[in-house]
């Protein structure tokens, strides 16, 4: 049971354009939604989160967006850079669980 | 400060065989995940140490089993390996059981090949 789903395998965009990644999870008891950033041959490194008590989380060039009717969030990032290009991972959590359930992740690539 | 650290980088094992993969969690962390990353997959928990106990257990079978240190270093025990365990394997390190919503630190992982 796929409980946090990524459904596009990888996405392209043109630099300085925004880029938008998208996830869906099924478990409405979530608290938290992170996303991590994963090049190769390193490990995911963290890169924001939201609360499921918030509908909006904005960091820099990074915003996430949280839709819980829908059961979907959003990771928006604007402008895209060449150095963004790696692979993106959808993440929830629930508050004491400590484990954290992902997305099978989408391969973002920023063309000059 | 260093971060997690995980040996050994890459791993090849035969069919069968057991396999032993080790992290350090970052300074001032406790609590040690393992999770498996198969290819074109997310990662998948596996198991989550703390107190040298393990607290939590993700759907993996008995023949992955762990352990954790008092100096909170942490090793993942595969036996019996097949194929389909060869994966890119992560281990994560955080404060405390719970954790938080972005405490983790993870570390490079160790690639496993069983042929």
């Known amino acids: 049971d796929q409980q946090v789903k990524q459904n596009s395998p990888s996405l392209s965009v043109q630099e300085g354009r925004i880029s938008i990644l998208n996830c869906d999870y099924t478990?409405?008891?979530?608290?938290?939604f992170l996303w991590y950033k994963k090049y190769p041959a390193e490990g995911p490194t963290f890169l924001i989160s939201i609360s499921s008590i918030k509908d909006k989380n904005e960091d820099g060039r990074f915003t996430v967006f949280l839709n819980k009717s829908a059961k979907h969030l959003s990771l928006h990032i604007v402008p895209s850079q060449p150095g963004d290009s790696a692979v993106y991972f959808c993440?929830?959590?629930?508050?004491?669980?400590?484990?954290?359930?992902f997305g099978q992740g989408t391969e973002l690539s920023v063309k000059p | 400060d260093a971060g997690v650290t995980q040996s050994p980088t890459h791993l090849i094992k035969t069919r069968g065989q057991q396999v032993t993969l080790r992290c350090s969690p970052k300074s001032g962390h406790d609590t040690v995940s393992w999770y498996q990353q198969a290819l074109g997959q997310g990662p998948q928990f596996i198991f989550q140490y703390y107190e040298e106990e393990e607290r939590q257990r993700g759907n993996f079978p008995d023949r992955f089993s762990g352990h954790q240190f008092p100096n909170y270093s942490s090793e993942l025990n595969v036996n019996a390996l097949l194929l389909g365990d060869s994966a890119l394997y992560l281990c994560?390190?955080?404060?405390?059981?719970?954790?938080?919503?972005?405490?983790?630190?993870f570390g490079s992982g160790t690639r496993l090949t069983v042929v």
């Open positions: 993440a929830a959590l629930r508050s004491g669980g400590g484990k954290l359930i």
């Open positions: 994560a390190s955080s404060l405390g059981f719970a954790g938080t919503n972005y405490g983790y630190t």
């Open positions: 478990n409405s008891m979530f608290d938290y």
